[in-house]
């Protein structure tokens, strides 16, 4: 079983910057990812990042934003977010797969956080 909590949301002003984190309890798998979701649209995926780090992959609305990073040692995955924009402004999940490669739809995580909301100010 696997536990995993976020933390770092908040009220920002456009430009500004947040870094969420995840951290996890229990064993984590190989894919770390961040989602999330707006009131009244679906899921969508932000980032992931397999187990040693070396690997990761971002959603074209956040690339050049947006960094996913992990620390195995503390168990624990981030995500810095800058130049962050209204459009942002959601609830970010992060989630854990067993998967390889990039997966990006909510259906290959096998374990969710309860989310952190993020709020981008115009």
Do not use: H
């Not at 690997?55 to 962050?84: C, E, H, P, W």
């Not at 490669?101 to 100010?121: A, E, I, L, M, N």
Request: charged content about 20%; hydrophobic content about 30%; overall charge positive.
């Amino acid at each position: 079983q696997v536990q995993l909590a976020e933390s770092g949301g908040g009220l920002v002003q456009t430009g500004g910057s947040l870094r969420l984190s995840c951290t996890a309890s229990g064993r984590t798998l190989n894919i770390m990812g961040w989602f999330r979701q707006a009131p009244g649209l679906e899921r969508e995926f932000v980032a992931n990042i397999n187990w040693s780090g070396g690997r990761t992959y971002y959603a074209d609305a956040v690339k050049g934003r947006f960094t996913i990073s992990r620390d195995n040692a503390k168990n624990t995955v981030y995500l810095q977010m800058d130049s962050l924009k209204p459009e942002d402004t959601a609830n970010y999940y992060c989630a854990t797969s067993r998967r390889v490669g990039y997966p990006q739809r909510p259906d290959d995580y096998d374990y969710w956080g309860q989310g952190t909301q993020v709020t981008v100010s115009s």
